[in-house]
């Protein structure tokens, strides 16, 4: 299990070990794993929910608000990263902690580097907070959070993914278009959210052509 809480801790993929977990939400009941495919059991999903407090951290009306705004419309598509509701969620790390995270990249991988104006094209809808980096330029931290799982994966797996790769918790899809864009493979990425963050993260993906991802 790996801890972070966006409190000065790093993400981390250890070695020791053939599981890989994307950093999804954090659940407030992890112990009981659920797999979900389609929309049917999604909306069965939203019944069986109905009495909780929330599914998980992110199951807000003001977070489930902006992202079924930003999906369906264009002013707040182009804002929602600096949404007050949405960054209570995401796109809140800091930008000292994108500096620990652009040194990792470094240290893991520097390769990647080479490639920061395509990874810096992440931030290109939504109206982020950008930050200026040695070697990257202006870039939101939340994308180099991005890109330093990426070197992780890369590290631990090769320069190629030829991979099945589910993600709980895609949020808008930012980190779907880091790793199945370039000249990664990947045999399938499945991204398993609430419903309007995935209309979202669709919303969002198609505005690059390079990524496919299957939305649940």
Same mark, same amino acid.
């Given at each position: 299990?790996?801890?972070?809480?966006?409190?000065?801790?790093?993400?981390?993929?250890?070695?020791?070990?053939?599981?890989?977990?994307?950093?999804?939400?954090?659940?407030?009941?992890?112990?009981?794993?659920?797999?979900?495919?389609?929309?049917?059991?999604?909306?069965?999903?939203?019944?069986?929910?109905?009495?909780?407090?929330?599914?998980?951290?992110?199951?807000?009306?003001?977070?489930?608000?902006?992202?079924?705004?930003?999906?369906?419309?264009?002013?707040?598509?182009?804002?929602?990263?600096?949404?007050?509701?949405?960054?209570?969620? $995401?796109?809140?790390?800091?930008? /000292?902690? #994108?500096?620990? &995270?652009?040194?990792?990249?470094?240290? =893991?991988?520097?390769?990647? %580097?080479?490639?920061?104006?395509?990874?810096?094209?992440?931030?290109?809808?939504?109206?982020?907070?950008?930050?200026?980096?040695?070697?990257?330029?202006?870039?939101?931290?939340?994308?180099?959070?991005?890109?330093?799982?990426?070197?992780?994966?890369?590290?631990?797996?090769?320069?190629? $993914?030829?991979?099945?790769?589910? /993600?709980? #918790?895609?949020? &808008?899809?930012?980190?779907?278009?880091? =790793?199945?864009?370039?000249? %990664?493979?990947?045999?399938?990425?499945?991204?398993?959210?609430?419903?309007?963050?995935?209309?979202?993260?669709?919303?969002?993906?198609?505005?690059?052509?390079?990524?496919?991802?299957?939305?649940?």
């Amino acid at each position: 299990c790996v801890r972070d809480d966006n409190r000065g801790l790093l993400p981390q993929v250890r070695d020791a070990g053939p599981t890989v977990t994307l950093y999804g939400r954090r659940t407030r009941r992890s112990n009981c794993p659920v797999v979900l495919h389609g929309v049917r059991v999604l909306m069965a999903l939203d019944h069986l929910i109905s009495d909780l407090a929330a599914s998980s951290l992110s199951d807000t009306e003001q977070y489930r608000a902006v992202c079924r705004a930003a999906a369906t419309n264009e002013v707040t598509f182009e804002h929602f990263r600096s949404h007050p509701h949405y960054t209570r969620v $995401l796109e809140h790390v800091t930008p /000292e902690q #994108g500096q620990q &995270y652009r040194d990792e990249i470094k240290r =893991i991988d520097e390769t990647l %580097l080479e490639h920061s104006r395509w990874f810096r094209a992440n931030d290109e809808h939504g109206n982020p907070p950008l930050t200026d980096y040695l070697d990257v330029g202006l870039v939101s931290p939340t994308t180099l959070r991005y890109v330093k799982v990426l070197a992780d994966l890369r590290k631990l797996f090769g320069m190629a $993914l030829d991979r099945r790769i589910v /993600e709980v #918790g895609g949020g &808008y899809g930012g980190q779907a278009r880091i =790793i199945c864009g370039r000249e %990664l493979l990947t045999r399938a990425y499945t991204i398993v959210d609430l419903r309007e963050p995935l209309a979202l993260a669709r919303r969002y993906l198609n505005e690059y052509r390079e990524t496919t991802a299957r939305m649940h």
